[in-house]
């Protein structure tokens, strides 16, 4: 779960089914994502996200933050994190990227981030997005 | 399992932990690597490559491709494939990529692909590279 901020001070965030490692010195990572999509605008303007590492815990949030747009951030499952950016509350771990590449490939745009701070929360198993539901990984 | 083909015609293969999707028209996809890494002399120079889809039944021939590099293409696990690229038997599912940017950051390199071509094997649950193992999502 990626977040971020508009312009205007309010919060966006979508499911980064492509989130991968790019390098451990520096700690860098990247994400995919359509530039139609609605947090784009966010994202092209920004300096920074944070990433969310989601547990099994977190499957409802999850459901809530890749459901319909207006009603991601109704509630109390955020707080504002470094940077005034939307932080989850819970997670197993989060990260604050700052955004080193933006690279457009077609109508898409392969972002690249350097991880600047960020903590862990209690463990779980890894919540899995496979075959557009939530799972988890088998021992 | 990415491979590809040296200038020298011998057959490289890394296990691509970061292969991510970044658009489904045209279908392209990214994957990330080290520009240390012993494959990528070979992804700087191939236009094309062999991405493959594993299944569960192909955990042994997995554990090979990301085993001793003189060892990986010993043996009848695979065949010469489109574009004279080593194509690994019985995946799930293998696609060509025609490589569309290399975008490199700090000492690793992104790269994106356009998939030109490619098939599916027999079904099979998807096998998992997690916390440096393989394993399977869990229904």
New interface residues.
Partial sequence: MVTATQLDGSPVGFTA???????AV?P?A???M?RIASAWPAIEQTDRVIIHLLGVRNREVAEKLSGPHAERFVGDHWTLGPHGLPLVNDVTAWMVGRI??R?A????A?I?VEIEQGALGEPDD?L?Y?ERRY?????
Same sequence: chains 1, 2.
Avoid at 17 to 23: E, G, H, V
């Fill in positions: 089914t492509s989130l991968a490692s790019l390098a520096p860098l990247t994400f995919n359509a080193v590449e690279v490939v077609a109508s898409n392969i690249a890894a899995i496979h799972t988890r990984p088998e021992p």
